[in-house]
């Protein structure tokens, strides 16, 4: 069966101008969002400060030992490692821009929280949501989904979409994986109708629902 790699070996020579951006590029940056580009990505989301996927695979290279994350890294978000190698190499990814990277975790309210922008085209940007990675307090966040009506991650989200995009006119697309999913559809849902009519799709990609309170 074809995987993410092989879609990148099929059309990862198209920039996002020769084939639009779907479903599948979304799973893609889902995945990146993975890697710790903590100290690398600016955390302050902006147009300027930024930096391309290529470059930040090279600054990853440097500090980290990316066999070594293969090798001892037990949860499936290690290939995460791969895919940044793979991106940096491609037509479709190496150039885009990547900003506002926010990594959160708070043992108290329980909260594993982390967000990233990627520049795909002008005025055209996508935010994507890092699902459960490695982290203990991720997995306790998961199981409060189930009978709460809002964890904090998901008010992060929310807020996220706000701070960095409440006073422009960009177009969005917003996802993530997993827990990421879940916080890509809160935060459209609760960030306002102005953030709303700035989304142009949200993609959940094997994501937890809500509860009925919340849905309705």
């Given amino acids: 069966m074809a995987g993410l790699f092989d879609y990148l070996d099929w059309r990862g020579d198209l920039t996002f101008d020769e084939a639009e951006f779907n479903e599948v590029d979304s799973m893609i940056l889902a995945w990146l969002s993975y890697v710790a580009l903590d100290g690398i ?35 499936f978000t290690k290939s995460s490692v791969l895919m940044l190698q793979k991106l940096a190499a491609c037509n479709r990814f190496r150039s885009l821009e990547l ?89 459209s849902s609760f960030a306002g109708e102005a953030i709303q009519k700035q989304i142009l799709e949200v993609y959940c990609n094997d994501s937890p629902g809500f509860r009925d309170e919340v849905t309705t």
């Fill in 41 to 75: 990505v600016p955390e302050v989301c902006s147009e300027t400060d930024t930096i391309t996927i290529e470059k930040a695979s090279e600054q990853f290279l440097k500090t980290h030992d990316a066999q070594k994350i293969l090798k001892e890294t037990v949860s």
């Fill in 99 to 187: 900003t506002g990277f926010v990594n959160r975790i708070d043992y108290k309210k329980e909260t594993q929280f982390c967000a990233m922008t990627v520049l795909l085209q002008k005025n055209r940007y996508a935010v994507v949501f890092r699902g459960t990675d490695d982290n203990l307090v991720g997995w306790k966040e998961d199981f409060n989904l189930s009978f709460m009506s809002m964890t904090e991650g998901q008010k992060l989200a929310a807020e996220y979409l706000k701070k960095n995009f409440s006073d422009t006119a960009l177009k969005l697309r917003v996802g993530g994986h997993s827990k990421g999913g879940n916080f890509a559809a809160f935060a």
